[in-house]
């Protein structure tokens, strides 16, 4: 079993410039989740979605927006990248808001 | 606003002591806590995870307490090995329907040999 897989690894992006990080799980897991790490503010959330079809807006939303089409994927969009956006992003998924949220590898972003 | 907050943010320790890491939470609405282990350039591993209704709880090598009266968690590794160097993260969920986790900034823990 992958469990949750994220795309790209990595990725250098011009400032203006629209990305999409793809983020699959294959637990059927209802709930998913996209934060950000920053060194010294730990991890903060960006987006999540409770179930498919829902998504609601995190602690730092501002930027990016998400979608929920179906219970395996939570692509996260960046519409026009800003350097403030260079970060570490981790999607998570989550059976249910009493069970633990399992992560995917991470994707680095570096927005020039 | 309610937070998790950790109070040492470094812990070096011998290989093959005992390592506790603290962490102190400020919702006493919080019903579920959780462990998490994050090495270098990976995402966070679950360890372990306690409900309120407990106080202790233990998996392998690994021991989580709660403390509900300080708002305290812990977690103790036995006998540290060199493997268990990483940043650890508590977390809470607070319930409710929004199915979020609020995190600590974490512990860094180093073994030395």
């Known amino acids: 079993t992958a469990g949750i897989t994220q795309a790209p690894t990595s990725q250098i992006l011009a400032a203006g410039r629209s990305m999409t990080l793809r983020c699959t799980q294959d637990?059927?897991?209802?709930?998913m989740y996209w934060y950000r790490q920053d060194l010294g503010l730990g991890l903060r959330l960006i987006h999540y979605s409770n179930t498919a079809g829902t998504t609601g807006k995190g602690e730092v939303p501002d930027g990016y927006s998400v979608s929920r089409a179906n219970t395996d994927d939570f692509p996260l969009t960046l519409a026009s990248a800003v350097p403030s956006q260079t970060s570490v992003y981790f999607c998570?998924?989550?059976?249910?808001?009493?069970?633990?949220?399992?992560f995917g590898p991470g994707t680095r972003l570096t927005v020039l | 606003g309610e937070s998790v907050g950790l109070h040492l943010p470094t812990l070096s320790v011998q290989e093959g002591d005992n390592s506790i890491i603290n962490c102190a939470y400020s919702n006493s609405a919080s019903d579920y806590f959780i462990w998490y282990k994050q090495e270098s350039g990976k995402g966070p591993q679950f360890i372990i995870d306690i409900r309120s209704n407990m106080d202790k709880r233990q998996g392998q090598r690994v021991t989580v307490l709660l403390n509900k009266t300080v708002k305290h968690l812990s977690l103790q590794i036995a006998a540290t090995q060199p493997g268990d160097s990483a940043v650890y993260f508590c977390a809470e969920n607070s319930g409710g329907s929004n199915y979020k986790l609020t995190f600590g900034k974490g512990t860094l823990l180093t073994v030395n040999p």
């Open positions: 998570a998924s989550g059976a249910g808001h009493t069970d633990t949220q399992y």
């Open positions: 637990m059927r897991h209802n709930a």
